[in-house]
Each structure stands twice: as structure tokens, then as C-alpha cells.
């Protein structure tokens, strides 16, 4: 359930046009906040509170550079979903196995 | 950005046409309670067997909640549903992604069952979507932050 909700706040966070563009641009490389706010219409210091956002989500994680501080995405957010659905469909699978072998085939007929 | 699917495997030691019956007109019986996505639990989980039938869960007061529809049924081999649970689990007629099942013979009488859970990127679209379309993101997600960090108290 707690995976659930991470995956429900990493897509919600993403519903914000801005904060999906900044998202997607550093889907494409790591980069530098300054390099960002070069190219987008917002300030930077907006961007460093996007930022700030996406990596409460688990989306981004920074990592430091000399003085700069570089941004990339954490699969871990924008995957937690996929992971979910992966755990559940283990469970789902075992449990219909577990299923299928205590129930005789006479009650289940094809 | 694409997201690789989730593919699990499992195998089991009755034949394709035993296994095909029992995932689909017993998913209500297998399926874990409280896994679904109504208010209250189950009783059954019913996949019409038709392209183009309804995928459901269904309470003991007999209320239905979709989940998806058929569009392959091929017993004993295969099946191909549409999953329209949005990234906040809701059904929502306009968002689907593919959920195949396969059934192979294999070894002396037994089955390899193979499930894909593709498209997940479309997850992400369908957030935005649903965001900007009503306007529900941040109030569901403030909501969502409170019963997690409730859930994160009472776990202490």
C-alpha cells in the first residue's frame, strides 16, 4: 500500500507542466540547476523549488560536483508504480497456483 | 520515455485448458482480498468470456466495479485484457494499457503460464491527464500524503 502512494505522489507531482519539462530534460542528461533556468521561462530559483519538489517524490536525486550541484532522475519514483505491479503479479500468480492445486479437478472442470 | 513491462512467469502441472478456466472464471476465488480497488471486498471477480466483455469485481451487496474489458479471449491459449485502472487505481474508460496472459503446454501435462503488463509510461500521461483535466492532482495528493504519514504514525 505504502508503494501504492509513492507511486500516486511521484505521478501527481509530474502533473505540473513545468516540473514535468524539467523532469523530461534531465530524462534526456544530468544537468546543472543554472543550465536548466537557462531554457526555461522560469527563474532559477523556481526551478531550485521544482527541484526541491521532484525530489521529495523520489523522482530526482542530486549529486554534488565541485560546487555545483548536478540533477538526474531517480527511476526508483516514476518506477514505483511498475514495481507495484511487479510485486503484486508475483503474488498474483502464486496464489493462483496455490489455488488451482487445492481445488480437485472435478470442481473445475475446462 | 518507455518503461520495460512487467513479464512474470509461473508454471504449473495441469494443462492449458485447466489453467485458462482457473485464472479466468475463478480469478474471484485466487485473487487476494483486499488487492482490489472497491470499497468493500469481493466476492467475485468476473471476466466476460468475449472480446469486448467487461472485466469486474463484484461486493456481497452486488455492486460492480470495472476494471478493464476482454479484447482477446482464445482459450486455452490466450488471453489479452485491457487494464483502465489509472495511475490512482480508478477506472477510467479513455486510459488503458495491455495485461496478456499466455497458457503453453509444457512437459508431461503442464503449463507455463506468461503474463505482460505492458505500456506502463502510460501511467505517467494518464496522472497529467487527469490533473489538468479536473483539477484533482494536488488535493488527492495532499490527501494521499495525509493517510501515508497517518499509516507511517500508527506503524511506529
Known amino acids: ?110 | 520515455m518507455t518503461i520495460a513491462p512487467v513479464v512474470k512467469t509461473i508454471s504449473v502441472a495441469f494443462p492449458p485448458a485447466r489453467a485458462f478456466e482457473v485464472f479466468t472464471r475463478h480469478m474471484g476465488g485466487w485473487w487476494k482480498r483486499g488487492m482490489t480497488v472497491a470499497a468493500e471486498p469481493h466476492v467475485d471477480i468476473v471476466i466476460e468470456p468475449h472480446p469486448g466483455g467487461r472485466w469486474f469485481e463484484r461486493d456481497a451487496a452486488g455492486v460492480e466495479t470495472q476494471w478493464g474489458r476482454v479484447l482477446a479471449w482464445e482459450p486455452p491459449h490466450r488471453l489479452l485484457l485491457a487494464w483502465q485502472l489509472d495511475a490512482h487505481f480508478k477506472y477510467d474508460p479513455d486510459f488503458e494499457v495491455e495485461l496478456e496472459i499466455g497458457f503453453a503446454p509444457e512437459g508431461d501435462g503442464g503449463t507455463r503460464v506468461t503474463l505482460e503488463h505492458r505500456n506502463m509510461e502510460r501511467f505517467g500521461d494518464s496522472a497529467a491527464t487527469i490533473a489538468d483535466s479536473v483539477g484533482r492532482g494536488w488535493p488527492m495528493l495532499l490527501e494521499l500524503y495525509a493517510d501515508y504519514a497517518g499509516q507511517k504514525e500508527t506503524t511506529k
Do not use: C
Open chain 1, 1 to 110: 500500500m505504502a508503494n501504492r502512494i509513492t507511486a500516486a505522489i511521484a505521478l501527481s507531482t509530474l502533473s505540473d507542466p513545468t516540473r514535468r519539462e524539467i523532469f523530461e530534460r534531465l530524462a534526456e542528461r544530468p544537468r546543472a540547476v543554472g543550465e536548466l533556468a537557462a531554457t526555461l521561462p522560469v527563474t532559477r530559483p523556481a526551478v531550485s523549488q521544482h527541484l526541491r519538489v521532484l525530489k521529495d517524490a523520489g523522482l530526482v536525486a542530486e549529486t554534488a560536483q565541485g560546487t555545483r550541484r548536478i540533477y538526474r532522475i531517480d527511476p526508483r519514483g516514476i518506477g514505483a508504480i511498475r514495481d507495484w505491479l511487479d510485486r503484486h503479479w508475483s503474488d498474483a500468480l502464486d496464489a493462483f497456483k496455490a489455488y488451482a492445486e487445492a481445488h480437485p479437478e472435478e470442481e473445475i472442470k475446462p
